[in-house]
T-cell receptor, first 114, second 115 residues
Framework: ETGVTQTPRHLVMGMTNKKSLKCEQH?????MYWYKQSAKKPLELMFV???????ENNSVPSRFSPECPNSSHLFLHLHTLQPEDSALYLC?????????????FGPGTRLTVT | AQSVTQLDSQVPVFEEAPVELRCNYS??????LFWYVQYPNQGLQLLLK??????LVKGINGFEAEFNKSQTSFHLRKPSVHISDTAEYFC?????????????FGGGTRVLVKP
């Protein structure tokens, strides 16, 4: 595997379910990100982890719970979601030190909440 | 805080015609500027970025962008598009002095290349 991978690619869940999204990066980066991409809205940064420590949480509801066990893996645990949470969830990684560094994105998980 | 405005949500263009995607930003601090592309069913990929120096930046796939500080713009151009350029394009900025690289994205411009 190369780059940034995300599983599953598609997920349909009911509002009472619990599921997790997984992201893995094979680039040796030290920072990982979760973004939400909804129709007709700009990409929203949800969480940032640097060296496995959460450094940003952009007022995300508690029904989204991130976990970063090491610098290569990032999870997003989901529970009691709402229909408006249906979106494409993108994971990215980068070197955190400087804002000039590009971010490398995974293909995303398309989430549908029914 | 920064904000990014992409003035066109959709741009239809014929194959081999030129295309320009507009991006304006607002920021109280100096920023780095990026253009990303998202092909159908894929994540975002960096096209090019402006950090400093020459205001004309060349990227992959024949794209280029020009930074205009006075107009706070960073428009993306390609002189001749291909069908394979059909995608969504995102302009983004990051604060030069911020710890870490957190991007603020525009709303995206969907380019549809017609034969």
């Amino acid at each position: 595997e190369t780059g940034v991978t995300q599983t599953p690619r598609h997920l349909v869940m009911g509002m009472t379910n619990k599921k997790s999204l997984k992201c893995e990066q094979h680039l040796g980066h030290n920072a990982m990100y979760w973004y939400k991409q909804s129709a007709k809205k700009p990409l929203e940064l949800m969480f940032v982890y640097s060296l496995e420590e959460r450094v940003e949480n952009n007022s995300v509801p508690s029904r989204f719970s991130p976990e970063c066990p090491n610098s290569s893996h990032l999870f997003l645990h989901l529970h009691t979601l709402q229909p408006e949470d249906s979106a494409l969830y993108l994971c990215a990684s980068s070197q955190y030190a400087q804002s000039s560094y590009e971010q490398y994105f995974g293909p995303g998980t398309r989430l549908t909440v029914t | 805080a920064q904000s990014v405005t992409q003035l066109d949500s959709q741009v239809p263009v014929f194959e081999e015609a030129p295309v320009e995607l507009r991006c304006n930003y607002s920021s109280s601090v100096s920023v780095y500027l990026f253009w990303y592309v998202q092909y159908p069913n894929q994540g975002l990929q960096l096209l090019l970025k402006y950090l400093s120096g020459s205001t004309l930046v060349k990227g992959i796939n024949g794209f280029e962008a020009e930074f205009n500080k006075s107009q706070t713009s960073f428009h993306l151009r390609k002189p001749s598009v291909h069908i394979s350029d059909t995608a969504e394009y995102f302009c983004a900025v990051s604060d030069i002095k911020a710890a870490g690289n957190k991007l603020t994205f525009g709303g995206g411009t969907r380019v549809l290349v017609k034969p």
